[in-house]
T-cell receptor, first 114, second 115 residues
Framework: DTGVSQDPRHKITKRGQNVTFRCDPISEHNRLYWYRQTLGQGPEFLTYFQNEAQLEKSRLLSDRFSAERPKGSFSTLEIQRTEQGDSAMYLC????????????FGEGSWLTVV | AQTVTQSQPEMSVQEAETVTLSCTYDTSESDYYLFWYKQPPSRQMILVIRQEAYKQQNATENRFSVNFQKAAKSFSLKISDSQLGDAAMYFCAYRSANRDDKIIFGKGTRLHILP
């Protein structure tokens, strides 16, 4: 078990371009979360999956953001028409049903929009 | 809605000394979990300690312990014998026990360890 992994670790993109981040959770975890973190701030919740079902979306998740978890394993977070305000760390986390009170984080994907 | 407040943006402590980080939260629920997470400069969030609200006994993990005051909705973290490797952002977090839900984080406290 290698923990939660995220790819890419860093992404620099021009404003208006689309970007996609991938998250592979811990293998036995059926819950997967996306958070966004800006410098000096705590993580802000974006969305949450249980298996392949997206159960909650924050109002922070505008129409330009979409997340999927098609087979209940890995997840992708896509940002369309990126804006400079999207520059942040995007954190993925996972947890299991049997130990659901604790979530485990990946190392995050840094996005810089120029 | 639940909120988590960390009133100390930054703190410093001398190596080998003890430091306490403060956290308060607001909730109408009676059953929940509280956490302290550490985020070193490498940026990966690591769980430091966890407390179940129904337990009166304060959680302890080696040099890390909490002071959980349920009535006051206070959850402070004490780090004993501070080490250089303790330097990091520390986040207090809350999660409901009554439903499958997200963890809500405070804004964090940056801890500096002075050699």
């Amino acid at each position: 078990d290698t923990g939660v992994s995220q790819d890419p670790r860093h992404k620099i993109t021009k404003r208006g371009q689309n970007v996609t981040f991938r998250c592979d959770p811990i293998s036995e975890h059926n819950r997967l979360y996306w958070y966004r973190q800006t410098l000096g701030q705590g993580p802000e919740f974006l969305t949450y999956f249980q298996n392949e079902a997206q159960l909650e979306k924050s109002r922070l998740l505008s129409d330009r953001f979409s997340a999927e978890r098609p087979k209940g394993s890995f997840s992708t977070l896509e940002i369309q028409r990126t804006e400079q305000g999207d520059s942040a760390m995007y954190l993925c986390a996972s947890s299991s049903t049997t130990w659901a009170n604790t979530i485990y984080f990946g190392e995050g994907s840094w996005l810089t929009v120029v | 809605a639940q909120t988590v407040t960390q009133s100390q943006p930054e703190m410093s402590v001398q190596e080998a000394e003890t430091v306490t980080l403060s956290c308060t939260y607001d909730t109408s629920e009676s059953d929940y979990y509280l956490f302290w997470y550490k985020q070193p400069p490498s940026r990966q969030m690591i769980l430091v300690i966890r407390q179940e609200a129904y337990k009166q006994q304060n959680a302890t993990e080696n040099r890390f312990s909490v002071n959980f005051q349920k009535a006051a909705k206070s959850f402070s973290l004490k780090i004993s014998d501070s080490q250089l490797g303790d330097a990091a952002m520390y986040f207090c977090a809350y999660r409901s026990a009554n439903r499958d839900d997200k963890i809500i984080f405070g804004k964090g406290t940056r801890l500096h360890i002075l050699p």
